[in-house]
């Protein structure tokens, strides 16, 4: 019995004295502050449970112009929220129908820490390319982003305004404004209405 208990607190320090043989270093002060910085960094903060805030169902109803003067397009879609990546994005999937074609559409909205703005990103099955836009918010309690479609007919790039606004009820409103020969016009609005 003694031999046992010998023999198995002879394994525990040998195993004990290969584990410490294999611990990482001690780190520099540089190395400690680059980790600290990469920590933060990737570290979902107040931004990203401000996002976490619009998961839920919708229903949208959405208005599209266009160009400047023209009637609008009125489409009814829904959308599915939640977030992703342990709380870094807010992903979404809009399905329905536009101009009597299925739609689907994907973006996906953050907030980097580094550069201290929100990004969205939008991708359709109406078209091959990707939209990426920046915002901050505004004065108003809006979040207002900027970014540049491509002019399917030229392929140029387009400015854009998207101006977001988050109702009480858990509703939102959204307008997108384009500028077409340096006027700008308001080319796209859609209410989501929490299901």
Same mark, same amino acid.
Request: glycine share 10%; hydrophobic share 35%.
């Given at each position: 019995?003694?031999?046992?208990?010998? =023999?198995?607190?002879?394994?525990?320090?040998?195993?004990?004295?290969?584990?410490?043989?294999?611990?990482?270093?001690?780190?520099?002060?540089?190395?400690?502050?680059?980790?600290?910085?990469?920590?933060?960094?990737?570290?979902?903060?107040?931004?990203?449970?401000?996002?976490?805030?619009?998961?839920?169902?919708?229903?949208?109803?959405?208005?599209?112009?266009?160009?400047?003067?023209?009637?609008?397009?009125?489409?009814?879609?829904?959308?599915?929220?939640?977030?992703?990546?342990?709380?870094?994005?807010?992903?979404?999937? +809009?399905?329905?129908?536009?101009?009597?074609?299925?739609?689907?559409?994907?973006?996906?909205?953050?907030?980097?820490?580094?550069?201290?703005?929100?990004?969205?990103? +939008?991708?359709?099955?109406?078209?091959?390319? =990707?939209?990426?836009?920046?915002?901050?918010?505004?004065?108003?309690?809006?979040?207002?982003?900027?970014?540049?479609?491509?002019?399917?007919?030229?392929?140029?790039?387009?400015?854009?305004?998207?101006?977001?606004?988050?109702?009480?009820?858990?509703?939102?409103?959204?307008?997108?404004?384009?500028?077409?020969?340096?006027?700008?016009?308001?080319?796209?609005?859609?209410?989501?209405?929490?299901?």
């Amino acid at each position: 019995m003694n031999k046992t208990i010998t =023999l198995a607190a002879c394994l525990l320090l040998a195993t004990g004295a290969l584990a410490d043989q294999h611990k990482a270093p001690e780190m520099s002060a540089e190395e400690k502050a680059m980790m600290d910085a990469m920590m933060a960094a990737a570290t979902p903060g107040e931004p990203h449970k401000r996002l976490a805030q619009s998961v839920g169902k919708y229903k949208a109803t959405m208005h599209s112009w266009g160009h400047p003067g023209a009637e609008p397009v009125v489409t009814e879609m829904k959308v599915e929220r939640e977030m992703q990546l342990g709380g870094r994005v807010l992903a979404e999937v +809009w399905t329905g129908d536009f101009m009597g074609s299925p739609f689907n559409g994907y973006s996906r909205t953050g907030y980097d820490n580094q550069k201290k703005r929100y990004w969205t990103t +939008w991708t359709d099955n109406m078209s091959t390319g =990707l939209f990426i836009a920046y915002g901050e918010w505004d004065d108003k309690g809006r979040l207002v982003f900027h970014g540049d479609a491509a002019d399917p007919v030229t392929g140029d790039a387009i400015p854009t305004r998207s101006t977001v606004t988050y109702m009480d009820d858990g509703s939102e409103a959204m307008e997108m404004h384009q500028s077409q020969d340096g006027q700008e016009y308001k080319s796209m609005a859609f209410v989501l209405t929490r299901q």
